[in-house]
């Protein structure tokens, strides 16, 4: 990973792209067999009625590792990614699944280099540390 392409990314793809990407990611969340049950999960643990607030969490998180401004951390404080998600089984299967839908989105959207491989990177890395099954 190369963590001056990471913080490029922002500039290249902006709040707008983010707001897509998470948008595009979502919309086949909520379809997948996979997935979705995590996240009904997290939504009756939480009591969120919908998934918009999963969507935003993420978008804002996205913005603020990819060079943005640190909305997430000022609303969340430190990201605890891995603590945050050990609720959920997250095995081989949901990660696979969470990289391909987060591909797909990727490629719905448009988003062009250099800004697609260093996200690319970033997504496996991170998929792969948060499985815990």
Do not use: C
Not at 37 to 54: C, N
Not at 74 to 97: F, K, S, T, V
């Amino acid at each position: 990973m190369n963590p001056f392409a990471e913080q490029a990314v922002y500039a290249q793809i902006g709040e707008e792209g983010f707001a897509e990407l998470t948008a595009a990611f979502y919309s086949r969340v909520s379809n997948d067999d996979i997935l979705r049950p995590l996240y009904e999960q997290a939504r009756r643990e939480t009591g969120e009625p919908d998934m918009s607030g999963a969507e935003l969490r993420l978008r804002e998180f996205l913005v603020q590792r990819f060079g943005g401004p640190s909305r997430y951390s000022e609303a969340r404080g430190h990201p605890r990614l891995r603590m945050r998600h050990m609720p959920y089984a997250i095995d081989e299967a949901a990660r696979d699944r969470w990289l391909k839908l987060m591909d797909e989105s990727l490629a719905e959207t448009g988003i062009e280099e250099p800004a697609l491989s260093a996200m690319r990177a970033v997504f496996a890395h991170v998929a792969e540390f948060m499985r815990n099954r």
